[in-house]
């Protein structure tokens, strides 16, 4: 990595570490403890939290003029995320439940 990508590559390595803490949140347990849910809840806010600095470092690679395509990989991984989760949603929506 060259240190002009700097920004790109924490946009992405933010990006996919936020995205596996938010999923991991979901997969620990369905009848969770009091420890468990805190477990949960730090994960999920976690997640969400580098999801976010994720997306503010991929602007500032924007606003710098990052050279390379890197900078595109942290918003793609976000976006592939956001789209997971509403591609259900949506398909069940327009093809019912399946019942």
Do not use: C, H
């Amino acid at each position: 990595m060259l240190a002009s990508q700097m920004n790109s590559k924490w946009s992405l390595v933010l990006s996919m570490v936020g995205v596996i803490a938010f999923r991991i949140s979901y997969l620990i347990s369905e009848n969770p403890t009091l420890l468990e849910k805190v477990v949960i809840g730090t994960f999920f806010f976690s997640g969400i939290a580098l999801m976010i600095g994720g997306i503010i470092l991929g602007i500032r690679a924007f606003k710098t003029m990052e050279e390379g395509k890197l900078k595109y990989f942290g918003f793609s991984v976000i976006i592939l995320f956001m789209i997971s989760l509403a591609l259900p949603l949506l398909l069940m929506d327009l093809f019912g439940f399946g019942g």
